[in-house]
């Protein structure tokens, strides 16, 4: 039997650096923080640095390995801080770069590494570069950092190309120049405010390499790359219409001008080696919305990215075949490249998984469900689905990924009133789309304190549901057969075993319906279908995610075993 590393983290320490092939990200969990929605010290409402410190206890004795900040850096949140203006300090909603170093201190002398997000396809047009380019003329330097074009038709009063924002309505916006008159067009694949960068510039090139030393050199542990494959832009922008059921960030449409270019290869290969200047295996995440694994699996070349997301397991269909489908081709396909696979089932972009596994309705990325969406979600049944895909996903070899409050069995909050929604898509398409709000609600700590604990003061950005008393971290902690007790037991069980750092053995024998593979020592099965599934001869259940029935594994139930 191979030895274990039962230390704290099962990793090595922060800071230093492991072999080639036993690197702290090839198996790591990663838990998700969304800093406004995490827990809030100062009471204003929203969530903030020093309240992610407070809890990083409750983080190490979840059992992550790493926690991942969204953006806390200066901007004026029109996109939740995805429109960044100062890429090297922290706004003051979220603290101070001291309360930064703070927290990294303190999630270091846990053994919990911190990866932060770093935007480089936009900017805030609060930025001072943005803001220098609508003081130049045209075809200035200034204006060089940004996608400006000059527009068609008469007076050049049409948009360069008919690209469609991400958020919807037109991806260009027409400036006016200094002297007052209609000017230059800017891209932005976001909302207006989010202009994006021209990448074929090499200023631009220097200046992310100046960020990534800013906070190298504070001592994170990597960078999540947000909208990792939409940097480079088809040389001659040819028109493109999304296709009205198109997944909104590519992930399902080929050959988009504005997604997965070749040149965005050669900025990673460039960053890998930043990277590589500095000790501990520092690494890097993409979102890289590709139709496949094989296209994904581009951004983890040993040159490149060290992980990227698995966006087709996170779609995939809760469905026998679709699960053996896209696990088999992940770990083929990221293996392909000497990559681990990454899993995850939920993140600030995507409605959470204890509703999207029950609902009866499509739900493309990022468009949300609300009052009035069709096919709403069986509470009880989506629950039921997320314990067992989680405890299916934790068992698979590799990294995996999770998003703050899942750990709880939190829903997606579907009854928002329209008048404190705040996702730019929701304005942009005057309401058609109702946006990711509804998973970005504020976590409940405590059942019976103001705000469920997320503060001291009652107050919180958006509302949260009165039934989450009941889902409170406290309600949870000593109950044995809650949401939170599973994902403890589950992460201990992992890092007990080496699921991350095992090898999946497919086993035979088994209803089509019925997901059954070995990993190590470790047999997972999980019931797809109606009929009970018995158990093997001289089996002890290391973990169920339900209770079993009769001694057999029900619908919709995912089981570990070993033998006894």
């Known amino acids: 039997m191979t030895s274990l590393d039962l230390s704290p983290s099962g990793l090595t320490a922060p800071g230093t650096s492991s072999t080639p092939g036993s690197e702290w990200w090839r198996s790591a969990v990663i838990y998700q923080i969304y ?46 801080g995805y429109d960044v203006a100062d890429y090297c300090d922290v706004d003051p909603l979220f603290g101070t770069l001291g309360d930064f170093d703070d927290m990294l201190d303190a999630a270091h002398r846990r053994d919990i590494r911190v990866i932060i997000d770093l935007v480089p396809n936009h900017s805030s047009d609060q930025h001072e570069w943005f803001q220098q380019a609508l003081a130049a003329p045209a075809g200035s330097p200034e204006r060089a950092r940004y996608m400006f074009r000059d527009g068609k038709g008469v007076d050049g009063a049409t948009p360069p190309n008919n690209w469609d924002s991400v958020f919807g309505g037109s991806a260009w916006t027409r400036v006016t120049e200094p002297d007052g008159t209609p000017g230059q067009w800017y891209l932005h694949l976001f909302d207006e405010s989010q202009p994006d960068f021209d990448w074929s510039n090499p200023v631009v090139h220097e200046e992310f390499r100046r960020i990534l030393r800013f906070w190298l050199d504070r001592g994170v542990d990597g960078f999540r790359v947000d909208v990792a494959h939409g940097l480079v832009k088809a040389d001659d922008l040819p028109d493109y219409h999304a296709p009205e059921d198109g997944d909104s960030m590519g992930g399902n449409e080929r050959n988009v001008p504005y997604w997965g270019q070749d040149g965005v290869h050669d900025i990673y290969r460039d960053w890998h080696g930043v990277l590589a200047e500095y000790e501990g295996d520092r690494a890097l995440c993409g979102e890289a919305w590709m139709p496949t694994v094989a296209e994904m699996a581009k951004w983890v070349r040993p040159d490149e990215m060290q992980q990227t997301f698995n966006f087709a397991y996170l779609v995939s269909d809760w469905k026998a075949k679709k699960q053996r489908r896209v696990i088999r081709e992940s770990i083929e396909g990221f293996g392909a490249v000497g990559a681990p696979s990454t899993w995850v089932l939920s993140n600030h972009d995507v409605v959470r998984h204890a509703s999207r596994l029950a609902l009866t309705a499509a739900s493309p990325q990022g468009q949300g469900i609300g009052p009035d969406s069709p096919g709403k979600p069986i509470p009880e049944l989506g629950l039921r689905r997320a314990r067992a895909a989680t405890a299916l996903m934790l068992a698979l070899p590799g990294g995996a990924y999770l998003y703050q409050g899942e750990e709880l069995g939190l829903p997606e909050v579907i009854e928002l009133p329209d008048e404190v929604r705040q996702d730019p898509t929701w304005f942009r398409t005057a309401g058609e789309r109702y946006g990711r709000d509804g998973c970005r609600v504020p976590l409940p700590w405590n059942a019976d304190e103001p705000a469920f604990g997320f503060n001291a003061t009652g107050a919180a950005w958006l509302p949260q549901p009165a039934e989450w008393a009941e889902l409170a971290h406290d309600a949870q902690t000593a109950d044995e057969a809650s949401t939170l007790s599973l994902y403890r037991l589950a992460l201990r069980t992992r890092r007990r075993y080496g699921l991350g750092r095992g090898e999946l053995e497919w086993l035979s024998g088994y209803r089509r319906k019925v997901v059954a593979f070995r990993n190590g020592e470790v047999t997972v099965l999980t019931n797809f279908g109606r009929r009970p599934v018995v158990l093997p001869d001289g089996a002890r259940v290391l973990l169920a995610s339900e209770p079993l029935e009769n001694g057999a594994v029900p619908q919709d139930v995912t089981v570990w075993l070993v033998a006894d």
């Open 35 to 80: 800093p406004r929605s995490f827990a809030d010290q100062s009471g204003d409402g929203i969530g903030d640095l020093p309240g992610v410190t407070a809890h990083l206890d409750d983080l190490a004795e979840l059992g992550v390995d790493a926690i991942w900040l969204s953006p806390f850096m200066v901007s004026p949140q029109k996109d939740a």
